[in-house]
């Protein structure tokens, strides 16, 4: 059986994993390590008056208590805000700044305002009970829709706006709206979320007084951006004096992207005491302080003409990014969410203003799909309304609007191009694969056993791959979008990667060995993965955005090229022919029009052992590195159907059936696609049905333990079809597009359309996520009430 | 949250006005309350132990009287922290007023509680009922010590 790509070879990694061998953050000691426990604010918006660190200071087993002014004294700056855009006005966004302990003043419950380091966690945390810290509380700012009349969160920051930003041609989209023959109007809530990674966020600090040099082990999905912006921007010293480790990490989804406060304050204390500083969240910490997601609020209008095709939208959306701008929240809202907004459809003219607003909560930023799931559901919420008034199947209605199969590259009204697609054939046959043409019949059938059944679905589209560096660059991105990768042939022929994507549960170790595997001809288990070292791999962006592949894998095969066309000319040279006669298949080195060969082994020993070898033209060794930054985003884009049972009596929502057809490209590993497919569905069946967010109107997170925040479970979930298309990327030598998100994108709009289409014989038309048991009854009771007067 | 509820006492509104301002009373009434002194006449320093949900946690704080309008009513309010539980804050408004014969009094309260830190973090769920029963026992404990 083939290893290469497009086989669904079994992850190398697992056994490790479901071995329980797998090694984090929180799992490395080292000698003379003490602990750092915080004191976090329990109230959401405070002057500090006073802080008495004197009892915890001399409580047992404490090392050091450190509070703001430490940290100001030393100058060590906070995190920084890693992409920004300009205002309507022209102005910049505001980037208040966000100290690594609280300077006079704590904006959120959680936020830090000491650091207690002690011999053991528990003497820490001991101690940080001693300390006393006397607040003047000022009124909480917990809700978005008012949080512009709110007290005042950070100093001169006016209406607690970060920003305010546009896209499109707002005249034209109202003339639009004008001329329309009928405009659907919609608003939807995005339920905030709380990114839940298996692994809780971890930092072991550790400083070398000889050399002035630090190691940090942390829980990051971008080592090498974590060592950017601590060494250059917050603590700035050399960057070559911090070596940043991310070992095994257990998930992320967007939370591990960012610099937190707590592995910078562990560096830094570090250095203060000279001990190694471990911390470890607990899980309370974790709901309080990781950055949360979603959390927009969006107003949709929707011009179509007499022949229910779209001539126009627009979209205002407030979005709450919480008490500190978190490193790429504000390209969230704005740049990956509102260039989405076309969808899969052919839309004339779009205009959408997002204000992005600061609450007395937790930092919000980028979680699976960041800014598209957004898009998505807000679009597909709007189209199935939209069908449902112009009395169309909700079907045939995008499939009306589609951006035809014949119109690539097509360049949407929101800037970005769409380089290939074809949405039909993902539509189709998902509609095959649910029986959409005999569902009607199935919902008679339920309604004969008392139940409501409804269908829904939800056409996705995503920009993947983050990102070409000259765009990111020109719409406010800080930071390049590049990846690289080294490879390593040994004397042997067995192979090392290097590369700058990081791993934290989506199999690289397999995928990219696949990747060698089909290239070099060697098998896979002859290739080990290296990645999140920042002194063992080339300096490298990182894994989100589904982005590993399309770029990360891309840069592998650039190098593999250099790798292949050298390895050519060693073997010209053994085989005595002219480079350009060499053809390398299946691991073997072959002349054209002769019996000569050579095996890959062979050629690799040469470069090491060069006793023959033509060093006067070739060095020796056999070790190529690649960059690249891709032209373009990829566009992975599909259709999921859902289909569902309610039960009236109690509001229970059964997910009885669940058909995705996805176009990602060429796929390298089905195997390990479908799992990522299914990851993301349950994930966006959580946001649809189960989890949210809340915050009480003094601030107080009030879900933060799995009492209250509920986080799908098998039993909440169907057994998934998964199917895929293949419109191979244009622009990666590749094809691949990139498929970590789309599932949390897709889902939860198609969930909530199929139960509105449940339940729209009893009047019901709209419904809020999570789409509980309890706010199921109460819409149906609601609708009954209204159906009666 | 608010909860209100009322009680019917047999007796003069005076002696129940005197007994709401009286520590001992208070004391004595206040569930889990371990220390009550009066440090400035509408204002005193308490430690009380509670048990909400998983937590038993134990609380110093200040309780105050306010909006004082004897023999009618007035407020105590109370607040405290628990160390690593947060913190709880709550206020009842008490009215008193005679009743139609003239010789009983009638007790009514309207309580507020927030709280804050862990324990909205993990018992949220929990405090309306903790207040309710709290609120509850304390005037039950209050009407009882004055029947003695």
């Known amino acids: 059986m083939s290893e290469g790509i497009g086989a669904s070879v079994k992850r190398k990694e697992d056994k490790k994993f479901l071995t329980g061998k797998g090694k984090y953050t929180d799992d490395i000691n080292r000698p003379g390590q003490v602990y750092a426990h915080f004191v976090r604010s329990d109230v959401a918006h405070a002057n500090i008056k006073s802080i008495n660190t004197k009892a915890a200071s001399q409580a047992a087993g404490v090392v050091a208590v450190y509070i703001g002014e430490d940290v100001a004294a030393d100058g060590i700056g906070g995190p920084i805000c890693g992409w920004v855009v300009p205002n309507r006005d022209g102005s910049a966004t505001h980037e208040p700044p966000h100290p690594l302990l609280a300077q006079g003043k704590v904006r959120f419950v959680g936020d830090a305002i000491a650091v207690v380091i002690a011999e053991s966690v528990e003497q820490a945390k001991s101690a940080s009970e001693l300390v006393e810290v006397d607040y003047e509380e000022l009124p909480a700012v917990a809700n978005l829709e008012t949080a512009s009349s709110g007290a005042e969160i950070h100093e001169g920051m006016k209406e607690n706006r970060y920003f305010d930003w546009e896209l499109g041609d707002e005249a034209a989209t109202d003339k639009a709206l004008q001329s329309a023959a009928k405009v659907v109007k919609l608003s939807v809530r995005n339920n905030r979320l709380i990114p839940n990674a298996m692994e809780p966020r971890s930092a072991l600090a550790e400083y070398d007084d000889l050399g002035g040099s630090y190691t940090l082990h942390t829980t990051s999905q971008n080592p090498h951006l974590a060592r950017l912006i601590l060494a250059a921007f917050m603590f700035q010293i050399p960057e070559s004096k911090l070596r940043v480790i991310a070992p095994d990490v257990g998930g992320g989804f967007g939370s591990k992207i960012y610099v937190y406060i707590e592995e910078a304050v562990c560096i830094w204390s570090s250095k203060k005491i000279n001990r190694p500083v471990k911390w470890t969240a607990d899980r309370t910490q974790s709901f309080l302080t990781d950055a949360h997601g979603r959390d927009h609020i969006n107003n949709v209008q929707l011009a179509l003409d007499e022949s229910n095709k779209i001539i126009g939208l627009r979209v205002d959306t407030v979005c709450n990014l919480g008490s500190y701008l978190s490193a790429f929240a504000v390209a969230v809202p704005t740049y990956l969410h509102g260039t989405l907004l076309s969808g899969l459809y052919d839309i004339p003219t779009i205009y959408t203003n997002v204000k992005g607003m600061a609450t007395t909560t937790a930092p919000v930023d980028a979680y699976r799909g960041a800014g598209r799931p957004e898009a998505t559901y807000l679009l597909e919420r709007t189209m199935d309304a939209a069908a449902r008034e112009v009395g169309m199947d909700q079907a045939e209605f995008r499939r009306l609007n589609f951006i035809p199969k014949d119109a690539f590259p097509y360049q949407t009204a929101v800037a970005l191009q769409y380089d290939t697609g074809d949405y039909e054939p993902n539509l189709d046959k998902a509609m095959e694969m649910i029986d959409y043409k005999s569902f009607e019949a199935r919902r008679s059938e339920a309604s004969k056993r008392g139940k409501y059944r409804g269908i829904g679905v939800s056409s996705y589209i995503e920009a993947c791959g983050l990102a070409p560096s000259a765009v990111a660059g020109a719409l406010g991105g800080r930071v390049g979008g590049w990846e690289s990768a080294s490879v390593r042939v040994d004397p042997t022929g067995t192979v090392t990667v290097f590369s700058g994507a990081h791993s934290h549960g989506q199999g690289h170790a397999t995928t990219f060995s696949q990747i060698v595997s089909e290239r070099l001809g060697i098998p896979n288990a002859n290739v080990e993965f290296v990645h999140g070292d920042s002194d063992k791999t080339p300096f490298g962006m990182g894994t989100y955005g589904s982005r590993s592949l399309a770029v990360g894998g891309v840069a592998l095969s650039k190098a593999l090229d250099k790798v292949v066309e050298k390895s050519k000319k060693i073997a010209a040279h053994l085989m005595e022919a002219s480079a350009e006669d060499v053809e390398f298949k299946d691991g073997k080195f072959t002349v054209a029009g002769t019996d000569k060969e050579t095996a890959f082994g062979d050629v690799a020993l040469a470069a090491y052992v060069p006793h023959n070898y033509p060093l006067e033209t070739l060095e020796p060794g056999l070790e190529e590195t690649a960059f690249y930054d891709p032209m373009n985003f990829t566009y992975p884009a599909g259709t999921h159907i859902a289909e569902v049972e309610v039960d009236p009596a109690t509001g229970v929502v059964e997910i009885v059936d669940w058909a995705a057809c996805d176009d990602f490209g060429n796929l390298i590993n089905p195997m390990i696609v479908e799992g990522q497919v299914h990851g993301g569905i349950a994930q966006g069946i959580g946001q649809a049905l189960l989890e949210n967010a809340h915050y009480d109107e003094n601030g107080q997170l009030l879900t933060a333990s799995y009492m209250d925040y509920c986080m799908p479970r098998a039993d909440d979930l169907p057994s998934f079809k998964v199917e895929c298309t293949n419109t191979p990327c244009t622009h990666n030598d590749l094809g691949v597009k990139g498929c970590g998100e789309a599932g949390a994108i897709a889902s939860p709009p198609a969930l909530i359309n199929a139960i509105i289409n449940a339940l729209s014989p009893l009047g019901v038309s709209d419904m809020s996520m999570p789409a509980t048991p309890e706010t199921v009854w109460r819409a149906i009771q609601n609708a009954q009430a209204r159906a009666a007067e | ?148």
């Open chain 2, 1 to 148: 949250m608010e909860i209100k509820e009322s009680y019917d006492l047999p007796l003069p509104i005076e002696t129940v006005w005197q007994a709401l301002n009286d520590e001992g009373f208070l004391k004595n009434s206040i569930p889990g309350c371990e220390k009550l002194e009066r440090i400035s006449p509408n204002e005193l320093s308490a430690e009380v132990k509670l048990k909400i949900g998983p937590m038993s946690t134990r609380f110093k704080g200040k309780v105050n009287l306010s909006d004082l309008n004897p023999p009618n009513g007035y407020t105590i309010s109370g607040s405290g922290t628990g160390g690593i539980a947060g913190a709880a804050s709550g206020s009842a408004k008490v009215f008193l007023s005679k009743m139609e014969d003239g010789e009983g009094t009638i007790l009514s309260y309207q309580v507020k509680a927030e709280v804050k830190g862990k324990i909205a973090q993990l018992g949220s769920r929990l405090i309306h009922s903790t207040a309710k029963k709290l609120a509850k026992k304390f005037f039950s404990n209050f009407v009882q010590e004055l029947s003695k």
